[in-house]
Structures are given as structure tokens and as C-alpha cells.
């Protein structure tokens, strides 16, 4: 089989550099698979063993530090045909650790080549996570505080089932990384190489070195027992088929006549519990139910069970573009928190802005029209207001209409809880219809 290294632009590095055999030794080890340049993809990020995938004429793709391995599992899900191929230094493998981890916990079928040259080679010869705490390094004493990483022993814990170690400058490279390569679920291979730019002009590094380091260490031999399992890619598949189909989209069918042919603004401001989401999810489905565009954006803390809860809707004839809402035309106040969070922005509400508040909310200064609901006299509950508002507002002809409200609960709900949201929605229309001006 012929070389897949890219003629036009030849590996360079510095004279010495192991990064160079390895270019050879990867492609060499394609040709010994047999793989063809069009069933390969090469993963890299940044740093000298960021340049392997311009090396060579197959699939490839370039991203950020740390992070090729995210890049690659998204391949490999997407095209699982594809033989993948990781590079990444021992400056990559620091910053993107958690990756690592994942991958190892994941065993997708991806193969990880860590050029291992114990610094930052492009950067300056700063420490990394595997630079040796007696060695010179440009960042100073901070290697001497810290424990290098055991790669081999890490993705073992973590639960990779397949390590190996082995020197850049062997004459088995070929056949290390072939193996790893052939391995069906994730392998690394930790390959362990000299750095003449920065390392090695500080720190004695010789290629006899390296082997007899290798050689005190124990593991990364390959293959580890106690972590075969099947590959993730196939088992993803396999399981995924079992499931049953998924349910298509809603389909909501223009029914009805829109009320206005114009850009309509909601807000609905309670707090957690009171169905604010709920409420602005079922003026979304009955504006379609009449062929109209909805927005829906939502805000509540991230303690969802307490604060305030808000919905703004926007529905419209035409394409909404931007769904910023300055002076809504209608704005429901259910609750004080929903109010004190958008205080400020009641002093931009304009004369024609319809405010429905319940009567146990004090609302700042407006030039709004203000009228006041007393939900517990209607019998309504806390969680049922924002329902009963919603009627209220469909009560008025103001965005929906009671037609189209009760087409959204159809939508929305079965059954007894259909049941009960129409008994709500008959209080909000009784008290909006009692209160509606011309």
C-alpha cells in the first residue's frame, strides 16, 4: 500500500524531534492495516503533534487544546465506518483530562497517541503533567511541586481497555500504534519521545534513556482484562434500535382567525409553583392554533422549587426576529417575586398596556392600566392563577380568544386534568368577560 503522507507538505519538525519518526511510524502502520486514505480521519489540537493531520492525505479535522478528543468521539458516533485517529502532546493531555477520562469511561472505538516529550515544546519548554519533577524546566520550579501523571496507570483506573507504552525512537513504533489502532474500543498509546528545541537543551535525554525508564515501569502493556467490555459506538446502536419510535412533533393546524394582524407582547410574572411556564406554553399553542409565529422565553432560578417564575410570549403574523420585549400589551402579575425581579421595567410599560395583578401583589408606579383580580374570591388556587389569568386575557379578545384557549388545553392535557383546567379557564373567562371595557 502506498504512503498516505501528504507530498505538498512534508513533516518538519526540529532536527532530532522525535514527532518526526512517529509521522513515519503512524503511516506505516496504516499500511500495514491496509486502510485506505478515504476510511481515516485524523484528530489534533494544538502544539507539535498538532500539525499530524496536515501530514497526511486522509480525513481530518484541527480544533482547540485539550479538546480533540471531543471532536473525535462526534465523528466517530456520526461516520462509525471511519478509523479515527487521536494526536495529542502531554500539553493536550493536561489541559484536556476530563475528555480523557470520559473517553476512557466511554471505550468508543477511538485510538489515542500521546507524543510525549515531558514539556510545552512549542510554547516556551514549560512543565506539563508529565515533566519529571528533577528536570529544567521554562516555567520554573513549579514541576518540582507537583507529581507527574502515570498515563498509562490513569486510563487503567479510569477504565480504558487497552494501554501501552513505548519509545518514538523504537523499531517496533509501527507495530505499537498498528495494535493500538487495531484494537476494537479505546486505546492509548503513551509514546514516550525526546524534545530537541526545549527539553533535551536543559535535560539529559538519550534514546537508551527512555527504553530503560519504560522498562522500570509497570504496565502499559496493552491489552487490560479487567476492563474489556463491549465498544460503546456498536452497543450506542444496538440499543438505540430497541427503543420505541419517537413520538413525531406536534402538529397544530390553523384553525381559527388571528385577533389582530400585528406583533402582540405577553409577560407573565408569578413565582415557582404557580405553572408560570405551563401558562405561557398554552398561549404559544392556542396563537398557532390560529396560524401565528410564537416566541417563548422563560426565567426562573436554578432552585426551581422557590424565586421567581417568568414566561414572555410573543406572537405575531410574520417571522419574530428579535424576541426582546420592551412595552408588552399585556402583562399578568401573579406573584410579588415575578413583580420585584421586573420592577424597573414597569416604568416602560405604555398607556395601552393591559397589567392583570392579583390583588395580593403591589406593583410599582405605571402607566399602565391596572386591573386587579382577587383569585381567592374566584375559589382559584396559587398554582391555577396564571391559567385563570390567561382566561382572563382571552376573555378580553386581547392575543387568543376562548375558542383557541380551549383548543390549547385539548392540546396540552387528557383527561381529569383536562377536566380541571377548563373548570379554571370558566373562572378566568367569567371574571374577564364581568370586567372587560370596549
Known amino acids: 500500500m ?3 503522507i501528504n507530498d ?15 509521522v513515519h511510524g503512524l503511516d506505516k502502520a496504516f499500511a500495514l492495516l491496509g486502510l485506505p486514505a478515504n476510511r481515516i480521519a485524523l484528530v489534533s489540537d494544538i502544539g507539535c503533534s498538532g500539525l499530524f493531520d496536515t501530514f497526511f492525505n486522509t480525513h481530518a479535522m484541527h480544533g482547540l487544546h485539550g479538546r480533540a478528543l471531543t471532536y473525535a468521539t462526534g465523528l466517530k458516533m456520526a461516520r462509525p465506518e471511519l478509523t479515527v485517529v487521536v494526536t495529542m502532546g502531554d500539553g493536550g493531555l493536561g489541559i484536556g483530562g476530563a475528555h480523557l477520562l470520559a473517553a476512557c469511561r466511554r471505550n468508543l472505538d477511538l485510538t489515542l497517541l500521546v507524543l510525549n516529550n515531558f514539556n510545552f515544546g512549542m510554547t516556551g519548554g514549560q512543565c506539563s503533567v508529565t515533566t519529571p519533577p528533577e528536570a529544567q524546566a521554562g516555567s520554573s520550579f513549579l514541576n518540582r511541586l507537583e507529581k507527574p501523571m502515570d498515563l498509562c496507570r490513569l486510563v487503567e483506573a479510569a477504565g480504558a481497555p487497552y494501554a501501552a507504552r513505548c519509545s518514538g525512537l523504537s523499531k517496533g513504533l509501527a507495530e505499537n500504534i498498528r495494535a493500538a489502532i487495531a484494537f476494537e474500543g479505546f486505546s492509548v498509546l503513551d509514546i514516550w519521545g525526546i524534545c530537541p528545541g526545549r527539553y ?3 535535560n539529559r535525554l538519550t534514546p537508551k534513556m527512555i527504553d530503560e525508564n519504560l522498562a522500570d515501569m509497570p504496565g502499559g502493556q496493552g491489552v487490560i482484562a479487567e476492563n474489556r467490555r463491549p465498544e460503546y459506538g456498536r452497543s450506542y446502536a444496538r440499543q438505540q434500535a430497541e427503543l420505541p419510535p419517537t413520538k413525531p412533533p406536534l402538529e397544530v393546524p390553523p384553525e381559527f382567525t388571528p385577533l389582530a394582524g400585528k406583533r402582540q407582547e ?4 408569578g413565582s415557582a409553583g404557580q405553572r408560570i411556564i405551563t401558562a405561557g406554553e398554552i398561549v404559544g399553542l392556542a396563537a398557532m392554533t390560529a396560524g401565528l409565529q410564537v416566541t417563548q422565553k422563560n426565567e426562573y432560578n436554578i432552585t426551581v422549587l422557590r424565586g421567581p417564575s417568568i414566561s414572555e410570549v410573543i406572537v405575531s403574523d ?3 426576529g428579535y424576541t426582546g420585549i420592551e412595552t408588552p400589551d399585556v402583562v399578568l402579575a401573579l406573584a410579588q417575586e415575578g413583580v420585584d ?3 424597573a421595567a414597569f416604568a416602560h410599560f405604555g398607556e395601552n398596556t393591559l397589567v392583570l395583578a392579583a390583588a395580593d401583589v403591589t406593583l410599582p408606579e405605571s402607566p399602565a392600566r ?7 374570591a374566584l375559589g382559584v388556587r396559587p398554582p391555577d392563577r396564571a391559567l385563570a389569568a390567561v382566561a382572563a386575557v382571552a376573555a378580553r379578545e386581547r392575543i387568543i380568544s376562548p375558542p383557541m384557549l380551549d383548543r390549547a388545553l385539548e392540546y396540552r392535557f387528557a383527561g381529569k386534568v383536562l377536566e380541571s383546567a377548563r373548570a379554571t379557564v370558566k373562572k378566568g373567562l367569567e371574571e374577564g368577560r364581568k370586567d372587560a371595557k370596549p
Open 2 to 4: 502506498d504512503s498516505l
Open 8 to 22: 505538498s507538505r512534508p513533516p518538519v519538525f526540529c532536527p532530532g524531534c522525535t514527532h518526526e519518526r512517529v
Open 200 to 202: 533535551t537543551r536543559k
Open 266 to 269: 405577553l409577560v407573565i410574572l
Open 318 to 320: 410574520e417571522a419574530i
Open 341 to 343: 425581579r421586573r420592577r
Open 370 to 376: 391596572v386591573h386587579t383580580i382577587d383569585f381567592k
